[in-house]
């Protein structure tokens, strides 16, 4: 399969709004990070209006792997295998790291049908483990730190495939059309387990530049 990528956020959409399903379910939400009683990465609401927020989060560390697929679906479910291994043990201390929210996916489309993207898909590490996570064992699977950044975040319920995603990320980009944001990439967050079948959340994110 041919490996390349593009910067251009539209021509993803353009491929993968032919193969979406039912919209998910929109909605106006104003969540605590935690109150499921999982950690997520602490950020200041700075402003909220048509539907999104802007939010500041502090740098922090991730545990991350990267993938190259041609779908989403795909690249998160091999992705996440590797991650819960390091967080069941799978690092240089065989201990376990609790699980955190949400699952964060870093997007860089593919440049068209015959292309892949790359999906970098991250958990946040919980607070015990800041200063010095386990290192992984596994190749492929490694810590970063995310510096402190600013984005753009909408809310979204229901089960989310792959055109859910680009057909939020879409609007979304559209009401941020005047604001400085990086959009060779952007963010997908999923908050809830696969067994949770209502009042599930879903996030787009786009970056803002010089954050």
Avoid at 6 to 13: D, Q, T, Y
Avoid at 79 to 93: C, K, T, V
């Amino acid at each position: 399969m041919i490996s390349c990528r593009s910067r251009l956020f539209a021509r993803e959409v353009g491929l993968l709004l032919n193969c979406r399903g039912p919209s998910a379910r929109s909605m106006s939400y104003q969540r605590t990070a935690g109150e499921s009683g999982v950690e997520r990465p602490p950020y200041t609401v700075v402003d909220s209006r048509d539907g999104y927020e802007e939010r500041k989060y502090v740098a922090a560390k991730w545990v991350s792997t990267t993938v190259e697929s041609m779908t989403r679906q795909s690249a998160v479910s091999t992705a996440f295998q590797r991650l819960f291994n390091y967080i069941s043990g799978e690092n240089d201390l065989k201990t376990k790291v609790d699980m955190t929210a949400p699952v964060a996916t870093r997007i860089v489309p593919g440049a068209g049908p015959n292309c892949e993207s790359t999906f970098t898909v991250s958990f946040y590490i919980p607070p015990k483990h800041q200063k010095s996570a386990p290192a992984p064992t596994r190749n492929g699977v490694f810590i970063e730190s995310f510096p402190q950044m600013t984005v753009y975040a909408s809310g979204f319920g229901g089960f989310a495939d792959d055109g859910h995603w680009v057909e939020h990320a879409r609007e979304l980009s559209e009401k941020l059309k005047q604001k400085n944001i990086h959009r060779e990439f952007y963010f997908t967050a999923g908050y809830d387990s696969p067994f949770k079948m209502s009042n599930r959340l879903n996030e787009v994110w786009f970056v803002k530049k010089d954050s």
